[in-house]
């Protein structure tokens, strides 16, 4: 605990405030300050601040004093004659003050008031005289200015710049055309020290002093330790046991086992595993020679354990929060993942390689971390600050907003709603890293070999993605490699399945031996000399794979991937160069291989259906290099628990000559032009309200978009992508399809096969009810009932009548989410909407004007916030053998927890308030939802559980019905 007055110390040298939540009026003043200093401006804010504080009453001289002049200067900003007038007189009228103060307040009125006339026959003042005057005062102001600009480069040469800061811009108030000033200024803005770079002197002082405790700690632990085997072999029992408990207390009472990762806690926690079983064995043998010991000590409770750095980063939080409102705070997200118990310490790797390339691993370099601080960079927030860039010009005047990390921690500052999708980034990862399974399938390409496979696999870039690093969402790895197959100058050089349990990150290796390289089989003397690290050359794949079973947006599962890929090979236009041997006295020679390196990476957030692709890097090997020169490498991520997708598309064979395709229009009838789906849109509830509805637009784009994915599914057509390279759009009620001759005729059947449904209406029930999880628990165990891996149960017969009895028991009970919907009518392939929401009133935005006064004030514009449940059920058409329909559930549900009333920033009065909702937060940000896909008849219930927000030991569950009409 030394640490934190001389954290203290620190901060306040750097001239930070902390902020407090009940501000003082000296505290208040401070904040003015700020806002007339710290760009952008604010001097309407600082006005107000200033005049309140004056009016208070009961405030000691220096207060007072400090809000009179500060009004009196914001009015003299705004030329506000008669209003700063009003101030200066009362600050030389009140004796309390001051004496600088009083001055500088009659010579400020004596500028703006006109020089008396004397009385009676004295001299009159002539224009000339009142130009002297004026020249005498504004030589004054020059003579201030500039002593004001020699103290002030007095404590900027001495790093103080915060003083020398207020100094300068005083003097430029001043004189307000003074080039020096104006320089100083640069110059400060220049050096002063980036909050940024400020926080990671800090937290770098907290790391150092951290690792000199912890390893003094663990000496200390590792000697208890040695002196208790001792004592154990020879016999001296209560010796052992004593200083093994103190080696354990030291363990269990120190800050490490809740360090977040920034220290190598896992050896710690090993060392406390070993030293209890030695504790185990001096019991046992202590026992057999009558002696009697207290019980082994209990590991401690570390989830609501403080310690040093929940402390720090506690106070550097509050240090680092804007004082304005916080509207921007400082908040710290820790990325470590725990290792899994009796997981192995490296992959397995089977790989399949070409003959010649040899495949290895190592570990990696890649973390968790890391993928999440380039995915929040890249993903979150409209900018992050430059942490590298020079604070000039421009620069230095844009808002900062950090964004760094120090190992698995992330630091970030930014608005709530940014700081709400960092946290749901966060909460999308298990705490322990599951099982995982990744596919590398890696081929050469020739001359128009990356277009076919680009084409084959109809992937495109999508916003934000880069040319070369595609993330193809149409195909599993293997389907994706099926379609590659046979492609015209594209050669397939194996691939390799690499099962990751208990690591996250690897660098499989794919080399060969430089010396064994073409271009080094005959070389002039002097030989050819390869030293160590250049003496293979290939492809190396940096990995990061981990399994995220929450996902960041609507799939229910997906992968965090780090890619990145370094191809090293001789150089083409110079494979050698000579230079002298080292350490040696003769005028010896070698020969080095002279390499190249071609770097790429990527981050993408990878659908467990779908492919990452890699373009452009260069073909290393010399077997395939001459005809093949470019490498195309596929990547798939799955955890080990998902060997196959449930439903992957097959693909179609690839379209290498497009001008074969012939295109065709397709009516599709009632289904496409009576049918309207019912949605909600995203993101419910935090921008809008059920009750808002939905565009009739939105709601024709959410039929045709099924629609066009529907048609490519029953033709056995991949229709994947984004609108401007899929095959098949549907639009208005017409179906534009560029196919070639053959896939027409499948697309002509899954058209026929739609008509024949126009006519089928269908009756959905829907029920929900909040239940204790551990009776759901019961019900998955229930004979006859059926479990899919999203959790959802399918139930008939029995176990369908005693479930759906039950609910409707507990749905008596007067709770948010237990209700029975009245049965909805729903066309087929129409998605309809069964809601229930209550909403309360809030105030979510404010209107600013200025009053007559030169006062600011506010206006309130009202809102709703909502809570309640949501469902959405698209019974699709009927199966050709059977009456059964696939049926695609979705179900959201929010609870509100408060709605927090907040000050305007800058704002001092009681009326400028505004209303903020704050809902139960969940595994998915605000709101718990859960979707599923199942095949139903008319006599099976599916029951979907769902997150209660803010009830972990409770779920809510909702029961689904789809009946056709005959």
Not at 209 to 223: I, M, N, P, T
Not at 480 to 495: E, W
Not at 662 to 687: N, S
Not at 721 to 727: E, F, L, T, Y
């Given at each position: 605990?030394?640490?934190?007055?001389?954290?203290?110390?620190?901060?306040?040298?750097?001239?930070?405030?902390?902020?407090?939540?009940?501000?003082?009026?000296?505290?208040?003043?401070?904040?003015?300050?700020?806002?007339?200093?710290?760009?952008?401006?604010?001097?309407?804010?600082?006005?107000?601040?200033?005049?309140?504080?004056?009016?208070?009453?009961?405030?000691?001289?220096?207060?007072?004093?400090?809000?009179?002049?500060?009004?009196?200067?914001?009015?003299?900003?705004?030329?506000?004659?008669?209003?700063?007038?009003?101030?200066?007189?009362?600050?030389?009228?009140?004796?309390?003050?001051?004496?600088?103060?009083?001055?500088?307040?009659?010579?400020?009125?004596?500028?703006?008031?006109?020089?008396?006339?004397?009385?009676?026959?004295?001299?009159?003042?002539?224009?000339?005289?009142?130009?002297?005057?004026?020249?005498?005062?504004?030589?004054?102001?020059?003579?201030?200015?500039?002593?004001?600009?020699?103290?002030?480069?007095?404590?900027?040469?001495?790093?103080?710049?915060?003083?020398?800061?207020?100094?300068?811009?005083?003097?430029?108030?001043?004189?307000?055309?003074?080039?020096?000033?104006?320089?100083?200024?640069?110059?400060?803005?220049?050096?002063?020290?980036?909050?940024?770079?400020?926080?990671?002197?800090?937290?770098?002082?907290?790391?150092?002093?951290?690792?000199?405790?912890?390893?003094?700690?663990?000496?200390?632990?590792?000697?208890?330790?040695?002196?208790?085997?001792?004592?154990?072999?020879?016999?001296?029992?209560?010796?052992?046991?004593?200083?093994?408990?103190?080696?354990?207390?030291?363990?269990?009472?120190?800050?490490?086992?809740?360090?977040?990762?920034?220290?190598?806690?896992?050896?710690?926690?090993?060392?406390?595993?070993?030293?209890?079983?030695?504790?185990?064995?001096?019991?046992?043998?202590?026992?057999?020679?009558?002696?009697?010991?207290?019980?082994?000590?209990?590991?401690?409770?570390?989830?609501?354990?403080?310690?040093?750095?929940?402390?720090?980063?506690?106070?550097?939080?509050?240090?680092?929060?804007?004082?304005?409102?916080?509207?921007?705070?400082?908040?710290?997200?820790?990325?470590?993942?725990?290792?899994?118990?009796?997981?192995?310490?490296?992959?397995?790797?089977?790989?399949?390689?070409?003959?010649?390339?040899?495949?290895?691993?190592?570990?990696?370099?890649?973390?968790?971390?890391?993928?999440?601080?380039?995915?929040?960079?890249?993903?979150?927030?409209?900018?992050?600050?430059?942490?590298?860039?020079?604070?000039?010009?421009?620069?230095?005047?844009?808002?900062?907003?950090?964004?760094?990390?120090?190992?698995?921690?992330?630091?970030?500052?930014?608005?709530?709603?940014?700081?709400?999708?960092?946290?749901?980034?966060?909460?999308?990862?298990?705490?322990?890293?599951?099982?995982?399974?990744?596919?590398?399938?890696?081929?050469?390409?020739?001359?128009?070999?990356?277009?076919?496979?680009?084409?084959?696999?109809?992937?495109?870039?999508?916003?934000?993605?880069?040319?070369?690093?595609?993330?193809?969402?149409?195909?599993?790895?293997?389907?994706?490699?099926?379609?590659?197959?046979?492609?015209?100058?594209?050669?397939?050089?194996?691939?390799?399945?690499?099962?990751?349990?208990?690591?996250?990150?690897?660098?499989?290796?794919?080399?060969?031996?430089?010396?064994?390289?073409?271009?080094?089989?005959?070389?002039?003397?002097?030989?050819?000399?390869?030293?160590?690290?250049?003496?293979?050359?290939?492809?190396?794949?940096?990995?990061?794979?981990?399994?995220?079973?929450?996902?960041?947006?609507?799939?229910?599962?997906?992968?965090?991937?780090?890619?990145?890929?370094?191809?090293?090979?001789?150089?083409?236009?110079?494979?050698?160069?000579?230079?002298?041997?080292?350490?040696?006295?003769?005028?010896?020679?070698?020969?080095?291989?002279?390499?190249?390196?071609?770097?790429?990476?990527?981050?993408?957030?990878?659908?467990?259906?779908?492919?990452?692709?890699?373009?452009?890097?260069?073909?290393?090997?010399?077997?395939?290099?001459?005809?093949?020169?470019?490498?195309?490498?596929?990547?798939?991520?799955?955890?080990?628990?998902?060997?196959?997708?449930?439903?992957?598309?097959?693909?179609?064979?690839?379209?290498?000559?497009?001008?074969?395709?012939?295109?065709?229009?397709?009516?599709?009838?009632?289904?496409?032009?009576?049918?309207?789906?019912?949605?909600?849109?995203?993101?419910?509830?935090?921008?809008?309200?059920?009750?808002?509805?939905?565009?009739?637009?939105?709601?024709?784009?959410?039929?045709?978009?099924?629609?066009?994915?529907?048609?490519?599914?029953?033709?056995?057509?991949?229709?994947?992508?984004?609108?401007?390279?899929?095959?098949?759009?549907?639009?208005?009620?017409?179906?534009?399809?560029?196919?070639?001759?053959?896939?027409?005729?499948?697309?002509?059947?899954?058209?026929?096969?739609?008509?024949?449904?126009?006519?089928?209406?269908?009756?959905?029930?829907?029920?929900?009810?909040?239940?204790?999880?551990?009776?759901?628990?019961?019900?998955?165990?229930?004979e006859g009932v059926r479990t899919n891996d999203r959790g959802s149960l399918r139930a008939t017969g029995a176990p369908r009548e005693m479930m759906a009895s039950e609910l409707t028991t507990l749905r008596e009970t007067e709770h948010l989410f237990n209700m029975a919907f009245s049965p909805k009518l729903a066309r087929s392939t129409q998605k309809v909407l069964r809601q229930s929401t209550r909403s309360r009133d809030i105030t979510k935005d404010l209107r600013m004007r200025i009053t007559d006064h030169g006062r600011q004030a506010y206006t309130a514009i009202a809102g709703k916030a909502e809570e309640g449940l949501v469902v959405e059920v698209r019974p699709s058409i009927e199966q050709v053998d059977a009456a059964m329909r696939d049926v695609s559930i979705r179900v959201r549900a929010a609870r509100l927890r408060t709605i927090e009333s907040r000050a305007y920033p800058g704002a001092n009065q009681p009326a400028a308030r505004y209303d903020v909702p704050l809902w139960h937060e969940t595994t998915t940000g605000s709101f718990a939802e859960v979707s599923d896909v199942e095949i139903l008849d008319d006599r099976t219930t599916v029951f979907l559980p769902l997150e209660l927000p803010g009830k972990p030991d409770e779920l809510i569950v909702v029961s689904v019905t789809v009946r056709r009409v005959q």
């Amino acid at each position: 605990m030394r640490l934190m007055p001389v954290l203290a110390v620190a901060i306040l040298a750097c001239g930070i405030p902390a902020a407090a939540e009940n501000e003082t009026p000296r505290e208040r003043l401070f904040r003015a300050e700020r806002l007339v200093e710290t760009p952008p401006k604010d001097y309407e804010a600082a006005l107000t601040i200033y005049a309140a504080v004056a009016d208070l009453p009961d405030q000691p001289p220096d207060v007072r004093a400090d809000a009179l002049v500060g009004a009196a200067k914001m009015h003299l900003h705004f030329d506000r004659t008669a209003q700063a007038r009003k101030y200066l007189k009362r600050i030389t009228a009140d004796e309390a003050l001051r004496q600088e103060a009083r001055d500088w307040a009659r010579s400020e009125l004596a500028r703006l008031e006109p020089a008396p006339v004397p009385a009676g026959n004295g001299p009159v003042a002539t224009p000339a005289d009142l130009e002297e005057l004026l020249a005498r005062e504004q030589a004054k102001r020059r003579e201030e200015a500039r002593d004001l600009l020699r103290r002030a480069r007095i404590a900027f040469n001495a790093r103080n710049y915060k003083a020398a800061r207020n100094m300068a811009l005083e003097a430029l108030s001043k004189d307000f055309d003074n080039p020096d000033a104006k320089r100083l200024l640069d110059e400060i803005e220049s050096n002063r020290p980036e909050s940024g770079d400020l926080l990671q002197r800090l937290i770098h002082f907290l790391q150092t002093a951290q690792l000199e405790e912890y390893q003094h700690l663990k000496s200390r632990v590792e000697e208890l330790r040695g002196r208790g085997k001792r004592a154990s072999d020879k016999q001296e029992y209560a010796e052992a046991d004593r200083l093994f408990r103190e080696a354990i207390r030291m363990i269990d009472g120190s800050d490490f086992l809740t360090a977040g990762g920034a220290l190598d806690i896992e050896s710690l926690a090993t060392v406390r595993t070993e030293i209890m079983a030695h504790l185990a064995v001096v019991h046992t043998q202590g026992r057999a020679k009558g002696l009697e010991f207290d019980p082994e000590p209990p590991l401690p409770d570390v989830r609501h354990a403080g310690g040093l750095q929940r402390e720090f980063y506690g106070l550097l939080a509050r240090t680092f929060t804007p004082r304005e409102g916080g509207e921007e705070p400082l908040r710290f997200y820790d990325f470590a993942p725990r290792r899994r118990q009796g997981a192995v310490a490296k992959p397995l790797l089977n790989p399949s390689f070409a003959p010649g390339l040899q495949a290895s691993l190592a570990t990696g370099s890649l973390t968790r971390a890391g993928w999440a601080e380039r995915w929040i960079r890249s993903n979150i927030g409209a900018r992050w600050s430059d942490p590298a860039a020079m604070r000039t010009g421009a620069a230095a005047r844009q808002r900062a907003r950090i964004l760094t990390r120090f190992g698995n921690l992330i630091c970030a500052q930014h608005r709530e709603i940014e700081h709400a999708r960092i946290r749901k980034l966060q909460e999308s990862f298990a705490r322990q890293s599951p099982p995982l399974t990744i596919k590398v399938h890696l081929y050469a390409a020739g001359p128009g070999g990356a277009v076919r496979a680009a084409e084959a696999l109809r992937i495109v870039s999508a916003p934000g993605e880069v040319g070369t690093s595609v993330v193809d969402r149409a195909h599993v790895i293997e389907n994706a490699v099926r379609a590659l197959d046979g492609l015209t100058n594209l050669k397939d050089l194996g691939g390799a399945t690499l099962e990751m349990d208990g690591e996250s990150a690897v660098t499989l290796a794919l080399t060969r031996l430089t010396a064994e390289h073409p271009y080094f089989e005959t070389t002039p003397a002097p030989a050819i000399t390869i030293p160590d690290d250049l003496a293979r050359y290939g492809l190396w794949l940096d990995l990061f794979g981990e399994d995220m079973p929450q996902g960041t947006g609507r799939r229910a599962r997906s992968g965090a991937l780090s890619v990145r890929a370094r191809v090293i090979q001789p150089s083409d236009t110079q494979h050698s160069h000579v230079v002298p041997r080292r350490g040696r006295s003769d005028p010896s020679w070698t020969r080095l291989p002279l390499m190249t390196e071609q770097p790429r990476e990527a981050d993408v957030e990878l659908p467990h259906f779908g492919t990452f692709a890699m373009f452009g890097l260069a073909n290393p090997f010399p077997d395939t290099r001459a005809e093949h020169g470019e490498l195309v490498v596929l990547i798939g991520l799955r955890p080990s628990d998902r060997p196959t997708p449930e439903a992957p598309r097959t693909p179609t064979s690839p379209r290498i000559v497009p001008a074969a395709d012939k295109v065709r229009e397709y009516a599709l009838g009632p289904l496409a032009t009576e049918v309207e789906d019912l949605v909600v849109g995203d993101p419910w509830p935090e921008l809008h309200t059920v009750a808002e509805g939905v565009s009739a637009g939105a709601r024709r784009r959410a039929r045709d978009e099924h629609l066009s994915w529907l048609l490519g599914r029953m033709a056995n057509i991949d229709n994947a992508g984004s609108a401007a390279v899929r095959p098949i759009l549907v639009h208005d009620g017409v179906a534009t399809a560029n196919l070639a001759p053959e896939e027409h005729v499948q697309l002509q059947r899954a058209v026929m096969r739609l008509n024949n449904c126009k006519t089928h209406h269908y009756v959905v029930n829907v029920e929900s009810a909040v239940m204790p999880r551990a009776r759901w628990s019961e019900w998955r165990r229930l004979e006859g009932v059926r479990t899919n891996d999203r959790g959802s149960l399918r139930a008939t017969g029995a176990p369908r009548e005693m479930m759906a009895s039950e609910l409707t028991t507990l749905r008596e009970t007067e709770h948010l989410f237990n209700m029975a919907f009245s049965p909805k009518l729903a066309r087929s392939t129409q998605k309809v909407l069964r809601q229930s929401t209550r909403s309360r009133d809030i105030t979510k935005d404010l209107r600013m004007r200025i009053t007559d006064h030169g006062r600011q004030a506010y206006t309130a514009i009202a809102g709703k916030a909502e809570e309640g449940l949501v469902v959405e059920v698209r019974p699709s058409i009927e199966q050709v053998d059977a009456a059964m329909r696939d049926v695609s559930i979705r179900v959201r549900a929010a609870r509100l927890r408060t709605i927090e009333s907040r000050a305007y920033p800058g704002a001092n009065q009681p009326a400028a308030r505004y209303d903020v909702p704050l809902w139960h937060e969940t595994t998915t940000g605000s709101f718990a939802e859960v979707s599923d896909v199942e095949i139903l008849d008319d006599r099976t219930t599916v029951f979907l559980p769902l997150e209660l927000p803010g009830k972990p030991d409770e779920l809510i569950v909702v029961s689904v019905t789809v009946r056709r009409v005959q």
